[in-house]
């Protein structure tokens, strides 16, 4: 079946550490973006990036990387620069070609930073 | 800058009862507009979407969102509600600039059916 994949589903880090979220899909879609969620404030945009090689800054990039070497793949680090990283983030992907622009999500990561 | 606002931010229901979850989007050209439904924990699941054509759209588990231009809103409802049908409901808009699409997504309302 296909779709997307995010691993860990919780993580733990030590203040100080950076962190590596991952996400894969196997849809094909061109298209993948990093969100990040807290209580009562929705979906906020960190990076997302439309082709392989090219990745463009969202609403809340300070404090995160993320790097696009293959179209199945973009990770999210999260560095020790990131002032409050302890939050849900969701990895989407969408298709974009055929003119929809629908995205499809993966179960999310938890991360907590003590 | 598109923005989309849920002025719900939790509503309670009866089991069985209908059910209408508002949302209002701001952007200058026609829109694409998306419902999306988030379980506890989990990612979020496409409901319905609109991109031009017959404003009444239906989706997935007997959902239905209506566009209305005149209003910027594109409210979310369904005739009775089932318990399954507690979670987190979002709103979002799909606007393009420089060869860019970008989704904003509202704040959310959550919905608690009760017995």
């Known amino acids: 079946d296909g779709g997307i994949t995010q691993s860990p589903k919780y993580l733990f880090r030590k203040e100080g550490q950076n962190v590596t979220l991952s996400c894969e899909q196997n849809?094909?879609?061109?298209?993948m973006y990093w969100y990040r969620q807290d209580p009562g404030q929705g979906l906020r945009l960190i990076y997302y990036s439309q082709i392989v090689n090219d990745f463009q800054k969202g609403d809340i990039a300070e404090g995160y990387s993320v790097s696009r070497e293959k179209k199945e793949s973009f990770p999210l680090t999260v560095t020790s620069a990131q002032k409050n990283p302890t939050a849900f983030y969701l990895c989407?992907?969408?298709?974009?070609?055929?003119?929809?622009?629908?995205?499809?999500f993966g179960p999310g990561t938890r991360l907590t930073v003590t | 800058a598109q923005s989309v606002t849920q002025p719900d931010i939790h509503i309670t229901v009866s089991e069985g009862a209908s059910l209408e979850l508002r949302c209002n989007y701001s952007?200058?050209?026609?829109?694409?507009l998306f419902w999306y439904v988030q379980s506890p924990g989990q990612g979020l699941q496409l409901l319905l979407k609109?991109?031009?054509?017959?404003?009444l759209v239906q989706g997935i588990k007997g959902f239905e969102a209506e566009f209305k231009r005149s209003q910027s809103s594109f409210n979310l409802r369904k005739p009775s509600v089932h318990w399954s049908d507690a979670a987190e409901y979002f709103c979002a808009v799909v606007a393009f600039s420089g060869g860019y699409q970008k989704v904003t997504f509202g704040t959310g309302t959550k919905l608690q059916v009760i017995p």
């Open positions: 609109y991109f031009s054509g017959d404003t």
């Open positions: 849809l094909n879609h061109d298209a």
């Open positions: 952007y200058g050209a026609t829109p694409y």
């Open positions: 989407a992907s969408s298709i974009d070609r055929d003119g929809t622009y629908e995205q499809y």
